[in-house]
Structures are given as C-alpha cells and as structure tokens.
C-alpha cells in the first residue's frame, strides 16, 4: 500500500467532525447523522443472533441481515461523505486520486468514528481486499454470548461497501458489485479481525 500517514488523517477526520447536539444530530461532511454509542448496535445485534440461533443453530439469517444493512448504510452515506469537499479536504485527498487513496481514507474515517480500528494490508486493484482490523464494536459481543462463528457483520458489510464505491458502476448501480468474508475474529480469540472483500459470485 501507497505510504500514508494514518494518524494525522485520523485526527484530521476527528477534529473536523462536530460535536453533537443535544439530541445526538451531528451534521459533518455534507450529511445529516445521529451519534449512537455503539452498545446500542451490538445490543441490537445479540438480540437478533440470539432469537434467530434458538430457532435455528445453523442459520445465517441474522449474520445476513445485519451485513446488509451496515453495508446499506455505509454505501449510501459513503456516497456523499466521500465525495464533500470538507471531507477530501481533511484525508488529503482531492478528486483526481484513484481509489487506494479513496479506501486508505475511507478506513481512516471508520477509525475516527470509532467503527473500527482497522487497515488495507493488500489491494488488487478491482478484484479483490484483505483488511485487519485490531477492534471493532462487534468484538464486544464476546463478552455477552458464547460465539461459535465470527459475528462482526457490520464491519463486513462496511468493507464491501468502501470497495462497492470504489471499483463498482457509478451509484447506485455498483451496490453489491463485492461480497465480504470474515476469516480471523476477535471475538474467537483471533489477535485480530480479518476481512476479505472479493466480486460477488453472479
């Protein structure tokens, strides 16, 4: 990966997040958006894992649904983060680099916003991903159930979504273009998480 200094893009994408009303609304690089703590997603995430597994150990229908939406929401939300001058401005980046300096500062700004601590460590240029990531919210879920499988789908569907905007048709057309696989997991005891983002089968 291209030389980047990671933490100076951190704290630039921090500080130039504004702090939250009263109410949570927090408008920063072109959005509207609410601040949550993360307790509430993986509250939310146990919940559906749990209810779903009762019925059905082997089901993947929670894991799923889960990844879609974060990636839902990441894809669409990416869309106009990304591309706002106030952004672009704080990553260092302008419209003219090419999708490795989109992904290293899309990634820095899951870091700034406490998404997950992670990074690209290998990038073939529309094809494929690998990021490690050395925390996210999901690993908390761990401490709450026993887990079996990895269980940060969130953070999956983030990651294919970043690559989605990078490398797939113009919006909204490229949504899906990648699918992510979780291999290495916190939460199992991994020393960290591994994602890797591929094409989605057709």
């Given at each position: ?19 939250a ?42 894991d ?29 980046i ?79 057309d ?27 089968e057709?």
């Open positions: 990966m291209a030389t980047m200094d990671r933490g100076k893009i951190v704290d630039a994408l921090l500080a130039g997040t504004p702090h009303d009263q109410t949570g609304a927090v408008s920063a690089f072109g959005l509207g958006l609410m601040e949550l703590p993360a307790y509430l997603w993986t509250a939310f995430s146990e919940k559906l894992i749990r209810r779903v597994r009762a019925a059905h150990p082997e089901s993947e229908e929670a799923s649904l889960l990844e879609n939406s974060s990636a839902r929401f990441a894809y669409n939300a990416g869309r106009g983060i990304f591309a706002s001058p106030e952004f672009r401005a704080a990553a260092g302008s419209a003219n680099d090419g999708p490795e300096a989109f992904l290293n500062a899309a990634f820095c700004l899951a870091a700034a916003w406490g998404w997950a601590d992670a990074e690209i460590v290998t990038l073939h240029a529309k094809e494929s991903m690998v990021v490690r990531a050395k925390a996210y919210t999901e690993a908390a879920l761990a401490d709450t159930m026993s887990m079996a499988r990895p269980a940060a789908s969130a953070f999956s569907g983030i990651c294919r979504a970043f690559m989605d905007l990078a490398y797939g048709a113009q919006f909204p490229g949504f899906g273009t990648y699918a992510c696989r979780q291999t290495l997991a916190l939460e199992l005891g991994d020393a960290y998480g591994e994602f890797i983002v591929t094409r989605a057709a």
